[in-house]
């Protein structure tokens, strides 16, 4: 199925990230100077519904689901919802600036055809288009994005259960390169032409976005993140799986714990970043990215901007909206400002309400 091109305002959306350990809502107004949360909800999953992307407990996040809803305004109907980059094919393609937009579907489906090793029937095809071609200004940089459609109807089906409907499917890394727009300005001036790596450490994914001249240019994810942290604290010092889940978020932890157990953790993800970024850099023919900006509820383990920054030589910040232009009343400030990074992706799918929008 084809979208068409980009027509009139989107309507008003709820961003809900379903991650594996946790699912996050965020509904956004628009400012003079920024976005406002209107709403929010952070409700934990059971453990094991969601695994390697994919729904194995469609009950449990439902009823995680229903939690989040109550917390909604009873007007919030709409949502935008995200999908794991690794189901989703993507590729840049080059066409004519002067195609019609039936001309453009037409080659669309010729090159989704070449891309996709399965039947058109079986998937949903959507694209967009980028800037002007650098070498060649009679063309224009279209991204041509596919996924499996079961894949979708799968949390479009979950929405519905709890009487939300997705009117967009976007892709993680996508949000999370969107969301770029409200912490932005936490960098400095003249980052309009610098090269900015957002991660988003989650709790079995890491997600990358790299943004260039305000477009996400790259997106991928690392199986790796703080559900390991948890397991090594887990089995080095015999505790349950509750027990070192507690540890890790209150610090009550031995003390040696930073040697035994989190600075082997902070290199195996520091590793993890370098990789991808020597990924990125191959791919693109860049020498390096500019700026880390750190998200996701791992984020603030003790020292892993400093140990980036000086590792990498690159600048790395904890991301903070509310640094940026994202505003909320106090008492809502108050409640999120220490965990408000986990939300990149949230508000970055919750930002589609704010973009042109496809009929």
Same mark, same amino acid.
């Given at each position: 199925?084809?979208?068409?091109?980009?027509?009139?305002? #989107?309507?008003?959306?709820?961003?809900?990230?379903?991650?594996?350990?946790? +699912?996050?809502?965020?509904?956004?107004?628009?400012?003079?100077?920024?976005?406002?949360?209107?709403?929010?909800?952070?409700?934990?999953?059971?453990?094991?519904? +969601?695994?390697?992307?994919?729904?194995?407990?469609?009950?449990?996040?439902?009823?995680?689901?229903?939690?989040?809803?109550?917390?909604?305004?009873?007007?919030?109907?709409?949502?935008?919802?995200?999908?794991?980059? %690794?189901?989703?094919?993507?590729? @840049?393609?080059?066409?004519?600036?002067?195609?019609? =937009?039936?001309?453009?579907?037409?080659? /669309?489906?010729?090159?989704?055809?070449? $891309?996709?090793?399965?039947?058109?029937?079986?998937? %949903?095809? !959507?694209?967009?288009?980028?800037? @002007?071609?650098? /070498?060649?200004?009679?063309?224009?940089?279209?991204?041509?994005?596919? *996924?499996?459609?079961?894949?979708? !109807?799968?949390?479009?089906?979950?929405?519905?259960?709890?009487? $939300?409907?997705?009117?967009?499917? !976007?892709? =993680?890394?996508?949000?999370?390169?969107?969301?770029?727009? +409200?912490?932005?300005?936490?960098?400095?001036?003249?980052?309009?032409?610098?090269?900015?790596?957002?991660?988003? /450490?989650?709790?079995?994914?890491?997600?990358?976005? @790299?943004?260039?001249?305000?477009?996400?240019?790259?997106?991928?994810?690392?199986?790796?993140?703080?559900?390991?942290?948890?397991?090594? /604290? $887990? %089995?080095?010092?015999?505790?349950?799986?509750?027990?070192?889940?507690?540890?890790?978020?209150?610090?009550? $932890?031995?003390?040696?714990?930073?040697?035994?157990?989190?600075?082997?953790?902070?290199?195996?993800?520091?590793?993890?970043?370098?990789?991808?970024?020597?990924?990125? *850099?191959?791919?693109?023919?860049?020498?390096?990215? !500019?700026?880390?900006?750190?998200?996701?509820?791992? %984020?603030?383990?003790?020292?892993?901007?400093?140990?980036?920054?000086?590792?990498?030589?690159?600048?790395?910040?904890? #991301?903070?909206?509310?640094?940026? *232009?994202?505003?909320?009343?106090?008492?809502?400030?108050?409640?999120?400002?220490?965990?408000?990074?986990?939300?990149?992706?949230?508000?970055?799918?919750?930002?589609?309400?704010?973009?042109?929008?496809?009929?």
């Amino acid at each position: 199925m084809l979208s068409k091109l980009w027509q009139r305002q #989107a309507p008003q959306m709820v961003g809900i990230d379903i991650g594996s350990h946790e +699912i996050k809502a965020i509904l956004l107004s628009k400012t003079a100077d920024g976005y406002k949360i209107i709403s929010h909800a952070a409700v934990p999953l059971k453990k094991g519904a +969601i695994n390697d992307h994919e729904i194995r407990d469609a009950d449990a996040v439902v009823e995680s689901l229903k939690l989040v809803k109550r917390a909604l305004p009873s007007g919030a109907k709409l949502a935008a919802v995200a999908v794991s980059g %690794s189901s989703v094919m993507t590729k @840049v393609i080059y066409m004519d600036s002067l195609l019609s =937009e039936e001309d453009m579907e037409e080659q /669309i489906e010729i090159e989704a055809d070449n $891309l996709i090793p399965y039947s058109l029937d079986e998937v %949903s095809i !959507d694209f967009e288009t980028l800037n @002007v071609n650098s /070498i060649d200004p009679t063309k224009v940089d279209v991204l041509l994005s596919a *996924c499996r459609t079961e894949n979708i !109807d799968a949390r479009v089906e979950l929405l519905h259960d709890v009487n $939300l409907e997705a009117k967009v499917v !976007d892709v =993680e890394g996508y949000a999370l390169g969107r969301s770029y727009e +409200i912490v932005s300005s936490q960098l400095p001036e003249g980052v309009e032409n610098k090269i900015v790596a957002l991660v988003d /450490i989650g709790a079995n994914v890491t997600t990358f976005a @790299v943004v260039e001249n305000g477009e996400t240019s790259f997106v991928r994810e690392q199986t790796f993140g703080g559900e390991q942290f948890t397991q090594s /604290i $887990l %089995s080095f010092y015999g505790m349950s799986y509750d027990q070192a889940e507690k540890a890790k978020l209150e610090g009550d $932890l031995p003390r040696n714990y930073m040697f035994e157990v989190l600075s082997p953790f902070q290199t195996q993800l520091l590793q993890q970043i370098k990789r991808t970024l020597q990924i990125y *850099c191959t791919s693109s023919g860049k020498d390096k990215v !500019d700026h880390i900006l750190l998200s996701g509820g791992t %984020s603030k383990l003790e020292g892993m901007a400093s140990l980036l920054t000086h590792e990498l030589d690159i600048h790395t910040i904890i #991301a903070d909206p509310f640094q940026g *232009c994202l505003h909320a009343d106090e008492n809502v400030k108050k409640l999120l400002k220490p965990n408000i990074s986990k939300y990149m992706v949230a508000c970055g799918l919750a930002l589609r309400s704010y973009s042109q929008w496809r009929t």
